[in-house]
């Protein structure tokens, strides 16, 4: 068996066997294959696809390249969560609490941000002492105790998917759906989950722009899920404007309390019960959806949900007097209003913009090394379909410059999309793939 044959027949629209792809990934991690021969392989993918059951091959083959998580000292069913990235999406700090106080247990890996999309991992170090580096078993007796755990990647997980996407990032092969659903799913297949929801994002501040490539992405995700034994759910959910009303690290952990509260943002709320109820389904608890909303709703009116949050902070060494006092944080050192000199309503808010802005204050990193200034960001006070009137605040800059710059100001007030006709509220939910 050679490469050459292998890339010969993926280029010519044929499927790989399950013997040329473990050979491909087996001797790719080993340096036993150049990287020019699976760039053409992978250039070749792009253009030709790959079968549902290929694709769940690859995964699977890119999962069990490195370490494949054992997550059977954790009592009861594991549910795991991921989303595709975007603007504000601080759910994981909102659903983690929610569902494992309706009795799930989660045991959850998350990631940092790069560009414009924010990290699980940097909003919560915005909270003093949070570790989320801590050893195998304290993890397991965490999520046995309390519920929940966030963490970060532990061990070598998919080591053939970071290599892969070193040579997808400067060969134009990035936006592959196959090789996206490849690379979401060998970690989520590594990190020994029993079931995985997931957020696949769709618009303008999303990788998937259109919602037929993010159904795409989604049924793909779904089955290669299915493939390898694993229960699956995805949800498209809108990505056109940010996700609730703050972005930035310590602004979106505070939204996330105020969420679990019962005081968030509709759209914010609305999609963490969506999910919330999809983990439930796939952890076996409630009898219909329609239980299964009510259950989450319940705890996050009672206070069951924030106190889970609350044990979480405790639990990994973090000040869980954040919870009352967001102070402990840290602030700022100044707030700038952004004003409008516009009548109308807002159209629609272009979340990749805010993103940028709130990466180039600090919030977020253009490169991996960067550091990230956890108490910067922006707040958006008024969203699509909401009126406005020529001097309104339309968003909070917090920020720690000297002189904010200008450039940051207009291209928050160029995302604003204003027009004079009423407009309805963007559908939050485009459809549910199980």
Known sequence: MNMYDIIIKKRDGHRNSDEE?????????????????????????YFSGMEDAEAAKLT???????????????????????????????TTLILGPLVASCGLKVGKMSGRGLGHTGGTLDKLESIPGFQINISTDKFFDIVNDTGLAVVGQTGNLAPADKKFYALRDVTATVDSIPLIAGSIMSKKLAAGNDGIVLDVKCGKGAFMQNLKDAETLAKLMVEIGKHNGR??????????????????????????IDTLRGNGPEDLTQLCIELGSEMLSLGNIGKDPEDRKRMLRENLNNGKALEKFREMIKAQGGDDKVVDDFSIMGKAKSIFDVKITKDGFVKGIDALSIGKAAMHLGAGRAKKEDDIDPVVGIELLKKTSDKI?????????????SELSQDIIDQILNAYNITSDNVEKPKLIYNIVR
């Open 60 to 90: 699977m083959l890119m999962a069990s390249s490195g370490d494949m998580m054992d997550l059977s000292p954790i009592q009861g069913a594991k549910v795991d969560k991921h989303s595709s990235g975007g603007v504000g999406d601080k």
């Open 231 to 256: 229960n699956m759910s995805a949800v498209i959910s809108n990505m056109d404007q940010p996700l609730g009303k703050k972005v930035g690290n310590s602004l979106e952990v505070e939204e996330s």
């Open 389 to 401: 009137a020529s001097g309104d605040v339309i968003a909070k800059i917090y920020h720690n410059q």
């Open 21 to 45: 792809l473990e050979f491909l990934i087996t001797e790719y991690v080993k340096g036993n294959i150049p990287d020019y021969q699976i760039s053409a392989w992978l250039m070749s993918v």
